[in-house]
């Protein structure tokens, strides 16, 4: 099928959509699974192999004990259940980038089960705004090779393979079928990798095929139980785009159901170009994987002691750290969300909110400072020219009234322009205070309390709150350069 039927809003209405997730995200481990070649990225294709990962016959196997310590870590951080026992597995198929001929991977007895994320999700339709969806496993697995297409003289008629991905560690990630629109998918595999981030077990980066992520989806007319026919889309390179794919899936099957057709079970591939997917093979004819042990492996045992030292080791998860933050620091849901983003930014604003005299101001200063200017120049927190310690000294230095908003903004923006730390410009431009000089705000509060009889009658009667509408007046005057402290002590002579 070459281009989608338009499905009208209410038909789509009509349909639910169900979708499940399978992500693969590649342990990072200095060497593979089950050998000790390196597992760099970007070396000179086929220098990181030997006799085991290219499967030559007499090899035998040795399990990276460090892939399965991330395994197990990834699995905790996701809430699953570690199996003390799980079984190593062939997979058998031919393909000219798999040497040995079968993937070593789990089957009936995978490492870990029965795991769930939280997933934020619109409150007016659920109460909470969260959602629950499960994971049905975690289980460890090795890579297989590369095919290059392109980038050969003879790369029209041939094939050229790199070896250096075989037996690089991986773990899978299978969830239940549990989300129900492209959005949910979305927000499930922006919470996943964030969670994986936070943990350290991958860098999750999806340019290097890192992480990458097989979608299935179905739909069925709303209200009914069963499942329709599923298609699978696999190997799309970004989230936004596996948005997209599956919009274009749900109206791909919703056209040919309502036009009295049948949803082939099939691999499909997307092409973010056309904005559209193109069928691959069918499953009906796809392999049977003769599963069976993998018989130069032993079952792996990951007893409870073991179990208890990768626990120890867990980082706090991005969840329990929002709510902390918000807790310890008074910041905002939508400052926590942002500062806990990464783990290295969340580390080094709580570093720079610990030491501040206000850590809502340094909160604030990070959203409304920092990020922005970093984002207009593309760069990310760890190239900002001011560090923490930089944002701390100068939230304090607002704080105290030394400095006004005003100010810092310029310091800010010369900091950036020169690429040097705050406290750098900051004594480049002769620690800059703000005036301390009160005959010009005398001046502006005489004229203010002369103009506004009314209110001054008001304060004076003891309505103390009216001191706001004259600093707010004497600071507009200002344009903002006023020190607020001394404006108010100004006024408040005055007043009194
Ligand atoms: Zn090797």
New binding site residues.
Partial sequence: MASTPAVSADLLARYEPVIGLEVHVQLLTAS?I????STRFGDPPNS???????GLPGALPVLNRKAVEFAVRAAMALECRINEVSIFARKNYFYPDLPKGYQISQYDKPLAEFGFIDIDVNESKTPGGKKKIGITRLHLEEDAGKSLHEGFADSAHKTAIDLNR??VPLAEIVSEPDMRSPDEAYEYLTRLKEIILYTGVSDCNMEEGSLRCDANISVRPRGQKEFGTKTEVKNVNSFRFIKQALEYEIERHIGIIEGGGRITQETRLYNAHEGKTYGMRSKEQAHDYRYFPEPDLLPLVVDEKWQAAIRAGLPELPEARRRRLMKEYGITAGDAHTLTLTRAMADQFESAARGAKNPKRVANLVQSELLGRLKAQGLELEQSPISMAGVTASADLVESGAISGKMLKDLYDLCFERGQDFAAVYEAEGRPEQSRDTSALEKLADELIAANPKQVEQYRAGKKTMIGFFVGQVMKASKGQANPQLVNEVLTKKLG
């Fill in positions: 593979k089950f050998c000790s070649c990181n192999v030997c006799p085991v990962c290219l075989t037996g």
